[in-house]
């Protein structure tokens, strides 16, 4: 465990489907990280949260929407995915200059 | 964001010591100079990081040359557990609300692979 937990570790969904990807860390972090990881490319950052406000979108598909509760807790919510939104989703976050990455979720559209 | 450049991959054999090289030539005075590894099935893991002095830790050493525009990471053994996908990334440090953090974009990176 690196201090950055993500859940499911693995989730297959239809492209009708909607589902949740869950990250928690209690690490007194206050920036959170959405990356994105597809098969033979680097990772994508695409949402960042710094105290809960967002303060980063890379023109992510609005099929992509991020919650941020509170600095422990951030959520990726789907809906509507197409195929080539399978990939690796990882969370990370940092307090000054070193990230901690979780472990991330697999996801697989149908 | 300033780009870094770094082998596709390199080879070592275990007990040797690695030597992972990166050029940042368009590196500004605010970038630090980040290192991550990717082990498979894994998210990236923080190895070191640094600004101008060279860097030690326990799990690896990094050498900034003094202009800053290129930067080695050093394993001083490599294990088979080394083996991984290592980045060579510069972020700048930005401040908000009272604290600080740095937005890191990933490149390729270096495959290492490690011999027994």
């Known amino acids: 465990e690196t201090g950055v937990t993500q859940t499911p570790r693995h989730l297959v969904m239809g492209m009708t489907n909607k589902k949740s990807l869950k990250c928690e860390q209690h690490?007194?972090?206050?920036?959170m990280y959405w990356y994105k990881q597809s098969a033979k490319k680097p990772l994508e950052l695409m949402f960042v949260y710094n105290f809960k406000e967002q303060t980063e979108n890379n023109s992510v598909p609005s099929r992509f929407s991020p919650e941020c509760p509170n600095s422990s807790h951030l959520f990726l919510h789907l809906h509507t995915l197409q195929p080539e939104d399978s990939a690796l989703y990882l969370c990370?976050?940092?307090?000054?200059?070193?990230?901690?990455f979780g472990s991330g979720t697999r996801l697989t559209v149908v | 964001d300033a780009k870094t450049t770094q082998p596709n991959s390199m080879e070592s054999n275990e007990e040797e010591p690695v030597h992972l090289p990166c050029n940042h030539s368009t590196i500004s005075g605010t970038d630090y100079i980040h290192w991550y590894r990717q082990l498979p099935s894994q998210g990236p893991e923080y190895v070191i990081h640094?600004?101008?002095s060279n860097v030690n830790n326990r799990m690896a050493s990094l050498a900034i040359a003094e202009d800053r525009k290129s930067s080695t990471l050093i394993l001083h053994r490599a294990t088979l557990r080394d083996a991984a996908v290592y980045y060579c990334i510069l972020s700048p440090s930005r401040n908000a609300g009272g604290t600080s953090y740095g937005k890191l974009t990933f490149g390729q990176g270096t495959i290492l692979t490690v011999h027994p």
């Open positions: 640094g600004l101008t």
């Open positions: 690490l007194g972090h206050n920036a």
């Open positions: 990370a976050s940092s307090q000054g200059s070193g990230y901690t």
